[in-house]
């Protein structure tokens, strides 16, 4: 007998192997026949169906005869191809079959540009506080320059009355009443005021003071006037009397009016005129009263004006007088005493100092009375 070939044998197992699966199929579709009664029967499994498998067989020959069934066979039977890499392949897949979730927007923070940043930053982040705001430490007003600061207290706080309780108030009576003791005239003190000189006219004073100490010590202390200068620029308390026209302190108002005439108030405000030849001084206040004449009211008594003594620091510096008048060409003084009487009977006047430079003299008090 001779040997079966041995692809016939394939092919005759292959063929036994499908007509198993078939069977299985089939006593499979009828069993469940049977215990579904109430669903019908697919027409796939019909008996005039059945009669068409037998053609089917000659199909599928053919099918398991060609080379393309013959590598499929033989793919699926290799065992090269280990499980973790099939595993791969499907995972490549899935990953290209499914799109990648999309990004969320991001949209910005509503509010306005400010919040959002402040919203964002950093707990720990420290934002820095305005520094143009310059608050009034008396009234609490707000303003956004420190010179409008500066102008409105120069304006609005320029004064403020001192109460009987303030020790201050003691002494600068005394200092204003030493001058009437001998005097047939005694007067009567209203109020006394203490004013508030603003930052730059406290700076000026100061440096025109620094400038007398330099300037003499230049000189080397030739004479004993030199040694006061160069200490404290021989500065001395003086008394200038002059006039005012508003209500200054009265009620306790604390500020100065813009009236032209009203002298009181511009030199508070401002300081001495930079116009005059110089500014006269005086040791006493009974002096600097009398500087005045008498019926200065009367004259200007439609104006209601009205008089007040302003104590002041002085800066005299070095004093010149006739002994001094050729070191005077050289321009070395700083203040010259005052003159009394007309013609030949000129005489110097110690009580009188008349100063060259308006910073020179910084008024502290302002007494106001009457006679």
């Known amino acids: ?126 934002f820095p506080l305005r520094n143009d705001i310059f608050p009034c430490t008396a009234c609490g007003e707000i303003f956004p320059k420190a010179q409008l600061l500066e102008q409105h207290q120069s304006i609005k706080h320029a004064v403020s009355e001192l109460a009987d309780s303030d020790s201050g108030k003691n002494i600068v009576r005394i200092i204003f009443e030493t001058g009437w003791t001998s005097r047939e005239k005694s007067p009567k003190i209203l109020r006394i005021l203490k004013i508030h000189n603003s930052q730059k006219i406290l700076s000026r004073f100061e440096e025109y003071r620094e400038s007398v100490k330099a300037k003499a010590a230049i000189h080397g202390g030739v004479k004993r006037r030199d040694e006061r200068c160069i200490a404290d620029g021989n500065e001395l308390l003086r008394f200038h009397c002059s006039t005012f026209l508003c209500d200054l302190g009265q009620n306790g108002n604390s500020s100065i009016c813009g009236q032209q005439f009203c002298s009181i108030c511009g030199i508070i405000k401002s300081g001495f005129s930079h116009k005059l030849d110089g500014i006269s001084t005086l040791s006493s206040s009974w002096r600097a009263h009398v500087a005045i004449p008498e019926d200065i009211e009367e004259e200007f008594k439609f104006l209601n004006a009205k008089r007040a003594i302003l104590v002041c620091r002085v800066v005299a510096g070095r004093v010149g007088s006739d002994a001094d008048e050729p070191e005077k060409d050289g321009g070395g003084f700083d203040s010259v005493v005052g003159r009394s009487g007309s013609g030949a009977q000129t005489t110097l006047d110690e009580e009188e100092l008349l100063v060259f430079n308006p910073r020179a003299v910084l008024p502290c008090f302002a007494i106001v009375y009457e006679i």
């Open 1 to 126: 007998m001779a040997p079966i070939p041995r692809s016939l044998s394939h092919k005759f197992f292959f063929l036994l192997l499908l007509i198993l699966h078939v069977g299985c199929f089939l006593l499979t579709t009828a069993d469940h026949r049977r215990r579904r009664q109430h669903r019908p029967t697919p027409s796939c499994l019909k008996p005039h169906k059945l009669k068409s498998l037998a053609s089917s067989f000659s199909f599928l020959k053919r099918i398991f005869s060609s080379k393309t069934c013959k590598m499929a066979i033989e793919t699926a039977r290799s065992p090269s191809t280990p499980a973790r890499s099939s595993q791969h392949s499907i995972v490549t897949l899935i990953q290209q079959e499914i799109p990648p979730p999309p990004i969320p927007e991001t949209h910005p923070p509503t509010g306005t540009p400010q919040d959002s940043d402040i919203a964002t930053a950093e707990p720990n982040q420290s």
